[in-house]
């Protein structure tokens, strides 16, 4: 069971977690993008682009399966229906917690849960990982991706794009329909 073999499997039961292709963002402020990401860890998370960029960078640092594990886990909640959740709880075990783990988390090893609580699965089972994992990357990660060449090569092309001729022309033909 190789790393990509777990990167797959997870991409089969949860697929709401994929590369960022066709979702729109959750968010309707102002800041987006690059900007937005560099506000906090959470509006990069909630923006599908900023996690496949994110994600991308952790590959190259080794640690996917941190930014893999906290989607897993948030797409955990939404499930419904018992024999669903085990089977997600499951998989989840098996790809980031279990000692044969292919994708292992670096978790403190009191709060690693056993296999019986499987049978019992409920939406916060995973919470205490998941706010470890979260913190890893926040207090890790996350202020090196803000300097690394994959998020200020992408800030970059946004402020292209931003004063590309196009989009000059297309804001000044907006701003000609709004005020008259």
Same mark, same amino acid.
Request: with cysteine; charged share 30%; aromatic share 12%.
């Given at each position: 069971?190789? *790393? ?14 994929n ?37 991308e ?7 996917e ?16 229906g018992? *024999?669903q ?8 075990y098996?790809?980031f917690l ?28 995973f919470q205490?990982?998941?706010d ?8 890790d990660s ?12 992408h800030? *970059?092309?946004e ?8 989009a000059q022309?297309a804001? *000044? ?8």
């Amino acid at each position: 069971f190789s *790393k990509e073999d777990a990167v797959l499997s997870i991409l089969f039961f949860f697929p709401e977690i994929n590369d960022g292709e066709g979702h729109p963002s959750s968010s309707h402020q102002a800041l987006k993008g690059t900007s937005k990401w560099a506000t906090s860890l959470e509006n990069l998370l909630e923006d599908p682009e900023g996690v496949k960029r994110f994600r991308e960078f952790l590959k190259k640092e080794f640690s996917e399966e941190n930014v893999l594990f906290w989607l897993a886990c948030e797409e955990f909640k939404k499930t419904q229906g018992k *024999k669903q959740m085990q089977e997600k709880a499951k998989e989840i075990y098996m790809t980031f917690l279990s000692s044969k783990a292919s994708s292992q988390v670096n978790v403190e090893g009191q709060s690693r849960l056993s296999e019986t609580i499987l049978e019992t699965p409920h939406p916060l089972m995973f919470q205490k990982l998941q706010d470890q994992i979260f913190n890893l990357m926040k207090y890790d990660s996350y202020s090196r991706f803000l300097k690394s060449d994959i998020f200020l090569n992408h800030k *970059k092309s946004e402020e292209q794009e931003e004063n590309s001729p196009e989009a000059q022309t297309a804001a *000044k033909r907006a701003s000609r329909i709004y005020n008259t």
